[in-house]
């Protein structure tokens, strides 16, 4: 089926897009279901993006109008035969109006500043239909100037903004930024790429395009080859941003403005980068069985996030340092700080990364006051334990990279049918043996400790703890004003042993009033091996709790290289 869309933004102030498809049906099919997607490939929690969609209509090219019920969440059953249509009733008119009001890179945002439309959110598709070339033509307030995106250019007018895409899943695959952003590019092997600024950072002396471009160098030459026309790095800078999604020739990133102005923040701007671009190979093209073909409609449940995640967090700051964008130092620094995370979550012991992956759409995307407890990101222990593999890969006169040329082989061997778990643990069997196969898929199926002290030995780099002599009630917690509000409570802390629950509001602890800046120096007051009565707010009614404090678990103070010579051995 040919489907052309076009997209008209009259009125940005108000936040709504309007929609028009034009298409022609067979004469066989008397109805055709119309549906906008649910979820977002790279995101995977049910958004239901049907909740913003108004105003469905379908008309022929003479105005009048066909018979339509909506049948599920963001599905319009169009009738062509129902009702005294006089004219064509093969070629048909669908319009909408979508609402795009919220700044993320998995939903559409339309204001006076600029328009960012995410595919999923905005381009219905029809269902049973393949769809081959849509179009979509953009048309937009004067007020704006550019219009930045992946899909291809079949305009021949500058001022007309008319583009293409392979099928359907490419159409919704290339978010589209409208507005007055900057844009800028260079060229790697010939090939186009293009940066697009929307909102400012404070100021600082770093490079952003030099940096962007040697991590696509590296990144491209690691993995062999460039597997696009051209690619687009969209980018919003704003206040407490913070976000990437993946497509097959662009990305779209979110960051901070103000936490990019320092060496750290900067480091981990550009961690963000790389891990959105090498997804371009790993998720993109290499990737489970599971994701894609798509239904846009139910959830693609996969038990390989270990694969499409943790191999990607592992690379992402081996690139970068790979790339020299950061020193061994800092790189140790991030893996300390990222070892500190991993040990201070209690659900590593009752989820294994299997578990967190398939779970991934009601506990990754869907958090409360208890995923900490009963759940582990496949984000964080995914990169470590692919952080052992490479520990073990190199003993065994390999490395990384060998499996990464080994998973892109496989992917052009078979690029229409995704990849199964035991092949990755037959890669790894290859490269080694049995043992480290068997090793690293334990580690991906079960909840047993790894000895990460062991590996990083076996790297040169020594570890240095910090034993806590400070009191911990082991809770996190949000303020209403100065007001104290428990969100949190981490399994067998003090708060969990002794009966304080998440929201619990902390009026005074043994009679003293508690307020949010008392409460953030409580160590300092507080005594290990000493009971206090914390005198709550829960559920409107006054209630008191005896808790005694403990002392909070030691934490990594640094991991140092002993022999920097056989460390990087181990990274480069």
């Known amino acids: 089926m040919k489907l052309k869309y076009k997209l008209k933004i009259e009125s940005p ?5 309007s929609v028009t498809i034009h298409g022609k049906r067979e004469a066989t099919d008397s109805k055709l279901s119309f549906f906008i997607p649910s979820w977002s490939p790279g995101s995977y929690l049910m958004r239901e993006y049907g909740k913003h969609i108004q105003n469905f ?191 097959k020739n662009s990305t779209a990133l979110q960051y901070c403005s103000r936490s990019i102005i320092d060496r750290k923040g900067y480091t981990d701007w550009l961690e963000l980068v790389a891990h959105e671009y090498f997804h371009t190979w790993n998720v993109k093209r290499i990737r489970p069985k599971e994701l894609g073909p798509f239904d846009y409609l139910t959830e693609a449940k996969t038990r390989m996030h270990w694969l499409t995640e ?146 990083l030995k076996e790297m040169s780099i020594e570890v240095e703890y910090t034993e806590s002599k400070a009191s911990s009630l082991g809770v996190t917690t949000s303020t209403n004003g100065d007001r104290v509000i428990i969100k949190s409570v981490e399994l067998d802390g003090p708060a969990h042993k002794y009966g304080l629950n998440a929201g619990d509001e902390i009026i005074a602890i043994d009679g003293m009033r508690i307020l949010n800046s008392d409460f953030q120096k409580y160590d300092k007051f507080l005594t290990v091996n000493k009971t206090y009565n914390f005198c709550v707010s829960r559920l409107g009614y006054i209630t008191n709790v005896k808790v005694l404090m403990d002392h909070g678990p030691r934490t990594i103070k640094s991991l140092k290289s002993i022999d920097e010579a056989k460390t990087k051995k181990f990274l480069l």
């Open 13 to 17: 102030k108000t936040h709504y897009l």
């Open 57 to 247: 209509k379908a008309l022929n090219l003479g105005g009048e109008f066909f018979h339509y019920e909506q049948v599920d969440k963001g599905v319009y059953e169009v009738d062509f035969t129902k009702g005294e249509i006089k004219g064509d009733s093969e070629n048909f008119e669908i319009s909408y109006d979508v609402f795009c009001h919220e700044l993320t890179v998995r939903t559409s945002h339309i204001d006076e500043s600029h328009a960012f439309l995410h595919g999923p959110t905005i381009y219905m598709g029809v269902l049973g239909k393949e769809m081959l070339d849509p179009e979509v033509e953009v048309e937009f307030s004067p007020i704006w100037s550019k219009l930045t995106t992946g899909l291809k250019d079949i305009s021949d007018k500058r001022e007309v903004f008319l583009y293409t895409a392979k099928n359907y899943d490419d159409l919704i695959d290339s978010p589209i930024e409208i507005g007055c952003q900057e844009t800028d590019g260079f060229r790697v092997d010939g090939i186009d790429h293009e940066l697009c600024w929307f909102g400012s950072t404070m100021k600082n002396d770093f490079d952003f395009k030099a940096d962007i471009k040697t991590i696509v160098e590296h990144i491209s030459k690691t993995m062999g080859e460039i597997p696009y026309e051209k690619y687009t790095f969209i980018t919003h800078f704003a206040p407490n941003l913070f976000g990437g999604l993946e497509h």
């Open 310 to 455: 943790g191999l990607t967090s592992f690379m992402d700051q081996l690139f970068v340092y790979r790339c020299g964008l950061t020193t061994l130092e800092e790189y140790l620094e991030k893996m300390t700080t990222n070892l500190n995370r991993y040990f201070s979550i209690p659900g590593r012991k009752f989820h294994s990364l299997e578990d967190s992956s398939f779970n991934s759409w009601i506990k990754l995307y869907r958090p409360d006051e208890n995923s900490n407890n009963s759940s582990i990101s496949y984000y964080l222990k995914g990169g470590l334990v692919f952080f052992v593999l490479n520990v073990l890969l190199v003993k065994e006169g390999k490395g990384i990279n060998d499996l990464l040329d080994l998973l892109w082989e496989r992917y052009k061997a078979n690029p229409d049918v995704g990849m199964e778990d035991h092949e990755v643990y037959s890669m790894i069997e290859s490269l080694t043996n049995k043992t480290v196969s068997d090793k690293f898929s334990s580690m991906i199926t079960s909840t047993e400790e790894i000895d990460f002290e062991a590996f």
